[in-house]
Structures are given as C-alpha cells and as structure tokens.
C-alpha cells in the first residue's frame, strides 16, 4: 500500500511537472533539494577520504546523476585549457543555483571554490562544501574578507591550488555583467598566477525566475585562454579587461544558445 501510495504521488507530481508555473516549482524544489540531499549523501561517503579537493569529482557525478531527469546539458568547450597543472584563479559569470550544476561539468584538478559566507548554514551543502575545503568569504565585513582572500593566497602558494571564483559577487540572469570585484584579481596579482575566464550562456532558454519557467535546455561553457596578469599594470585595468572579455564572449555565447534551443 505503501509503495503504490509513492508511486501514484511520483506520477502525480511528474504530470504535474508539465505544467507552466506549478512545474516551475516543483522543479525548482527539486533542484533544491538535489543540491542538499546530494551534497549530504556525498560529504558522507567522502568522509573515509578526509578532507580532500578530490571529493568534488563524487559530489558533482551524485548532483548529476540526481539532476538528469531535468534534461538540463551543458555543452563544454575547450576543456584542455583547464588541464594546466600549474595554479590560476578561474572566473565565471554567475546567473543563477544552476551554476552549481554548471561548473561540475568544468571543474578542474586540485581546485576550491570561493563562496559566500550565508551558504555555511545550508544543510547538506555546507558538509560537502566543507569535506571539499570551500573557501568562504564574507561580502559584508571588509576584515573577514581579506582573511578569506589570504587564506586563499595561502593555499595556492603552499599546494598550487586553483581557485573558482564568480567575481559578480552575486547571482545575475540579466544580459550585462554586474561590475566585477577586485577580489579575484588582487588574488591572482598577488599570487603571480594567470586568470583562465569560463564564459556561461545565458540560462534564460531554459530558466527564468520571473517568468517562472524551467524546462530542459542546453547551456554553452566556453573556455578561454588563460589570461597573464603580469601584462597589466594595475588590479583595476585587470579587472575591467576581464569584464569586458567575458561580457563581449557572453553575448557571442547567447546567440549560439538561442539557435541551440530552438533545434532542440
């Protein structure tokens, strides 16, 4: 009785599922709850391994195993760029809790990722995070966030760390960049270590917040060649370079995604 009590719910909600702004929803908790309940199961059976930035690698094939009913892809271009042994900070445009999703199918060897500090208290999330020494920072406290960047800076020159960084600072769906801050870049100056730019097409084909739509779509990530910080003069003329590379390369990337989705 049970089980076909399940059953009939599961059916109830993939029927559902299809539905306009209903499916929206039930999509998006699952979502939700993929990222958790994933990252849980994966900072359990990550804990034999101690803490480790090779726990990513089983974290990100549980999340898309979970994810897959979403039919959500992820087309990964030039992908040998991020085998470089040698340490350097990526940077990518941050749209929304897909990115999650996103970077796991870009994520290179021997890399941590810098989060906002908030997601420490979500469950599940935070033991993954944690098992995958995660960096936090602290967008609001001028102090801590210069510990966070230390820490960082630590890292790479004691274990060649990379470090994945959405320079934003927080999520943006819309078609211009937020100005970038200076964290990633004063990082990578101070580091001596190339910036490599991973451009994401725009999730909007296949979500979007406020017209509540999230179907099955594809997603471009493009990476592109590592970027010498040594060649500029300054943080700030680093940082404005790099705006500009990913927001220019970004809406090249959208018109590609538009066809895309469509033929799909």
Same mark, same amino acid.
């Given at each position: 009785?049970?089980?076909?009590?399940?059953?009939?719910?599961?059916?109830?909600?993939?029927?559902?599922?299809?539905?306009?702004?209903?499916?929206?929803?039930?999509?998006?908790?699952?979502?939700?709850?993929?990222?958790?309940?994933?990252?849980?199961?994966?900072?359990?059976?990550?804990?034999?391994?101690?803490?480790?930035?090779?726990?990513?690698?089983?974290?990100?094939?549980?999340?898309?195993?979970?994810?897959?009913?979403?039919?959500?892809?992820?087309?990964?271009?030039?992908?040998?760029?991020?085998?470089?042994?040698?340490?350097?900070?990526?940077?990518?445009?941050?749209?929304?809790? *897909? #990115? =999650? @999703?996103?970077?796991?199918?870009?994520?290179?060897?021997?890399? &941590?990722?810098? %989060?906002?500090?908030?997601?420490?208290?979500?469950?599940?999330?935070?033991?993954?995070?944690?098992?995958?020494?995660?960096?936090?920072?602290?967008?609001?406290?001028?102090?801590?966030?210069?510990?966070?960047?230390?820490?960082?800076?630590?890292?790479?020159?004691?274990?060649?760390?990379?470090?994945?960084?959405?320079?934003?600072?927080?999520?943006?769906?819309?078609?211009?960049?937020?100005?970038?801050?200076?964290?990633?870049?004063?990082?990578?100056?101070?580091?001596?270590?190339?910036?490599?730019?991973?451009?994401?097409?725009?999730?909007?084909?296949?979500?979007?917040?406020?017209?509540?739509?999230?179907?099955?779509?594809?997603?471009? *990530? #493009? =990476? @592109?060649?590592?970027?010498?910080?040594?060649?500029?003069?300054? &943080?700030?003329? %680093?940082?404005?370079?790099?705006?500009?590379?990913?927001?220019?390369?970004?809406?090249?990337?959208?018109?590609?995604?538009?066809?895309?989705?469509?033929?799909?």
């Amino acid at each position: 009785m049970t089980l076909a009590l399940i059953a009939f719910i599961v059916v109830l909600l993939v029927l559902l599922a299809q539905l306009p702004v209903i499916g929206f929803y039930i999509r998006f908790v699952y979502y939700g709850l993929c990222i958790i309940i994933g990252g849980l199961i994966g900072g359990i059976v990550s804990i034999p391994f101690g803490k480790t930035t090779n726990n990513h690698f089983r974290m990100f094939k549980i999340l898309q195993a979970m994810t897959s009913p979403l039919n959500i892809r992820f087309e990964l271009r030039n992908s040998a760029i991020l085998n470089d042994e040698k340490p350097y900070i990526i940077i990518a445009n941050h749209q929304s809790a *897909i #990115d =999650v @999703l996103g970077m796991s199918f870009a994520w290179p060897v021997n890399c &941590v990722v810098m %989060l906002k500090a908030s997601l420490k208290y979500l469950p599940g999330f935070n033991l993954c995070a944690y098992m995958c020494e995660s960096v936090y920072i602290n967008r609001f406290s001028r102090e801590k966030a210069h510990q966070a960047v230390n820490s960082a800076l630590n890292e790479i020159v004691a274990n060649k760390r990379k470090v994945w960084i959405y320079p934003e600072g927080t999520r943006n769906a819309e078609q211009e960049l937020l100005p970038f801050k200076k964290g990633a870049f004063i990082l990578a100056k101070e580091a001596k270590i190339p910036i490599v730019p991973c451009v994401f097409s725009s999730h909007k084909y296949f979500y979007s917040n406020d017209e509540k739509r999230f179907t099955g779509g594809t997603c471009i *990530i #493009d =990476v @592109l060649p590592a970027v010498e910080t040594s060649k500029f003069d300054s &943080v700030d003329e %680093l940082t404005v370079y790099c705006h500009k590379l990913i927001q220019a390369h970004r809406e090249k990337l959208d018109a590609e995604a538009a066809n895309l989705n469509i033929c799909n």
